[in-house]
């Protein structure tokens, strides 16, 4: 994989295989604990605030214990096991948070608030008031001793959650009702402030737990969580603009202190490339670490998702933030996994070939090889998911599509303010795997900045109806300094009739769906731009069949009622595939669904996407000069 050019304005990185001839790597070795010993390793001049840390995370801990003790006999009534927010929604109306019910909530999150300031996990807030003895981290059903564990954490959203439910309910309250939520508030930012080591990493538990819990924690996206809310606490807005300037400030340093971090935590390949980071760093030398038995020490494609997607919203980026995210880019853009899904199978869940399927990313990936590795309960770390027992096979989450958010990102981050941007917006023609839409992107780039929203299957109807179209609306909010945004939207293959669900009346509703779309577009400051469907590859008798003609005039048609700019995809795709004749033009499919009765001769494989590509590029730049660039 290391030999793979990754020059970030290319998207046609190869793809990495499906691994065979499988083998045990290597054994698992569990993070070291922070603590005085390893403290002592460090040059004198750098002893002193870890020194500090460590004595304040011992008299933390100290306090939370002996306030428990101080209460009483303890009360070891299990509570039923908090999931999700915990009871915590952040998704009601702003009116919500100053209702019986809120409050009811919030008053909980003070009473499991410990006297460090931190919050235990999985604790359903919406039940009962915590009760006099009772555990910070509560007694679970089954559950017999004390378990001093978690006791102040950022795992599953612990602490973050809470903090963020009391900014919205103080919100309501004037200054007297609202003053104990306030307060508790104030409690729990210093206590991130307390956590964050003097490096700017935070563990997943504090006061310090012990074990892997000491090291840097990105797992889950734990410290992703902190500085995000951190974040927002140094903007002062909304929610936050109760917070005093000083604080704000506080966490604003924070923040720096965090970036600087990530930027020194983020690995290299052998020959040097910067790539992503892993679930865990050690705490003093920010080098990989592994978690439990099954958790080795390697990148981790999700937690390095998140850390570039906000490194991404980080104002006024440094070069060296630049270069990071560029790296980080590369690296997952070159680790997808495609014509693969994880499924499950008759032995358990497993890896298998899906030819067309979207990209994956493994969960992890060996820093050196730079190749997907799984560990197992044994602590043995193998090169094939297929290998490992089918209870972790079957219990964890090793694949998935977190990247693809970042990569989409991405390109409306990259370049800055002297790029204009294009946004995609159309069927399975034009989405990824099946379309040519990130063909296209690859010849704008880097000169525009290009991202393609294209989904497969959708027609004018259902595109919005699914929610794809407020996505696009938000990332036309969020301008990113580009000189000027263009919206290109394409659609008619899942119009024509004999699609339930997404069928579309050519005279009443099609139109009227194209001409809202480029309304919308304009609305949110964007340029729309209309595009005809691509052409079927379909002959008879040795004859291109023209079976999407209605859809691309009556898409002109709208296009010259608005004065818009029209793509003619369909016209000079129709005359391409005219020239090239049937036997060339079937070969640019991908392979046949088994169901289906003959090849695929609306998609485009890799190669289609390669000659289409260029066709519509052309295209575009007649209609749209402003995005006319040299074309590799």
């Known amino acids: 994989m290391r030999n793979h050019a ?9 793809v990495l295989p499906p691994l065979c001839q499988a083998a045990t790597l290597s054994t698992m070795t569990p993070a070291q604990p922070l603590s005085e010993a390893r403290v002592a390793t460090l040059p004198p001049a750098q002893q002193g605030p870890w020194k500090d840390y460590l004595a304040r995370s011992r008299a933390l801990m100290a306090a939370d214990k002996a306030q428990l003790a101080a209460e009483g006999p303890l009360d070891t009534t299990p509570r039923p096991h908090g999931a999700g927010d915990g009871g915590m929604t952040l998704r009601q109306s702003a009116a919500w948070y100053g209702t019986a019910d809120a409050l009811r909530i919030a008053d909980n999150i003070l009473g499991f608030q410990t006297p460090a300031g931190g919050w235990g996990k999985n604790s359903d807030r919406s039940g009962a008031l915590r009760r006099k003895g009772e555990p910070w981290v509560p007694f679970e059903t089954g559950q017999t001793k004390l378990s001093w564990n978690y006791v102040g954490t950022f795992d599953n959203g612990a602490t973050t959650n809470e903090l963020r439910f009391l900014a919205r309910v103080q919100a309501k309250f004037d200054a007297a009702r609202g003053e104990p939520y306030r307060a508790a508030f104030a409690k729990g930012l210093r206590y991130i402030l307390n956590a964050q080591y003097p490096n700017g990493g935070f563990p997943q538990v504090y006061p310090l737990q012990g074990g892997y819990h000491d090291a840097v924690t990105l797992n889950d996206d734990a410290m992703v969580r902190v500085v995000t809310l951190l974040n927002d606490v140094a903007d002062g807005r909304g929610d936050f603009a109760f917070v005093p300037a000083p604080a704000r400030e506080e966490a604003r340093a ?54 570039l997607q906000f490194l991404m919203r980080q104002p006024d ?35 298998a070939p899906a030819p067309g399927a979207p990209a994956i990313w493994a969960r992890y990936y060996d820093a050196q090889t730079l190749k997907p590795i799984f560990g197992d309960r044994d602590r043995s770390i193998h090169d094939d998911v297929n290998e490992l027992q089918v209870e972790r096979r079957n219990g964890y989450a090793w694949f998935g599509a977190v990247p693809a958010k970042a990569i989409e990102r991405y390109a409306a981050w990259a370049g800055g303010a002297s790029r204009p941007r294009l946004v995609l917006v159309g069927d399975s023609t034009m989405a990824p795997k099946g379309g040519y839409g990130d063909a296209l992107c690859r010849r704008l780039e880097p000169q525009v900045a290009c991202v393609n929203l294209g989904r497969a299957g959708r027609s004018t109807s259902s595109y919005r109806a699914e ?7 938000k990332l036309l909010g969020e301008q990113g300094g580009h000189s000027t945004t263009y919206v290109m939207i394409g659609f008619g293959h899942n119009d024509q009739p004999g699609k339930p669900g997404r069928s579309t009346d050519l005279k009443t509703e099609f139109p009227v769906n194209m001409g809202r779309y480029a309304s919308e577009a304009q609305a949110a400051g964007a340029i729309a731009v209309l595009a ?33 700019a029209v793509v003619d995809v369909h016209a000079a795709t129709l005359a391409a595939f005219g020239e090239l004749g049937e036997a060339r033009t079937v070969t640019l499919g991908p392979p046949p669904k088994p169901d289906a009765k003959g090849p695929d001769l609306t998609h485009l494989n890799e190669e289609g996407a390669q000659i289409v590509a260029p066709i519509v590029l052309k295209a575009l730049q007649r209609a749209v000069p402003a995005l006319s660039t040299p074309s590799p």
């Open 6 to 14: 990754l020059y970030l304005g290319l998207l046609a990185l190869p």
């Open 254 to 307: 924070a923040v720096g202190r965090a970036v600087a971090m990530f930027l020194a935590a983020q690995q290299r390949s052998v020959d040097g490339r910067l790539t992503g980071w892993g679930q865990q760093h050690d705490t003093l030398t920010l080098a990989l670490v592994g978690a439990r038995n099954f958790e080795p020490a390697s990148l981790a494609s999700a937690e390095s998702a998140s850390v």
């Open 317 to 351: 980026p440094s070069p060296a933030l630049r270069e990071a995210v560029h790296g980080g880019v590369a690296w997952l853009r070159a680790a997808a996994l495609r014509d693969v899904a994880w499924k499950q199978t008759p032995n358990g869940r497993q890896l």
């Open 467 to 473: 929610g794809h179209w407020d996505r696009v609306v």
């Open 532 to 564: 005809t469907p691509l052409a079927r590859r379909t002959f008879e008798g040795g004859k291109l069949l023209d079976t999407l003609a209605p859809w691309a005039a009556a898409t002109r048609a709208v296009a010259s009622e608005r004065k818009l």
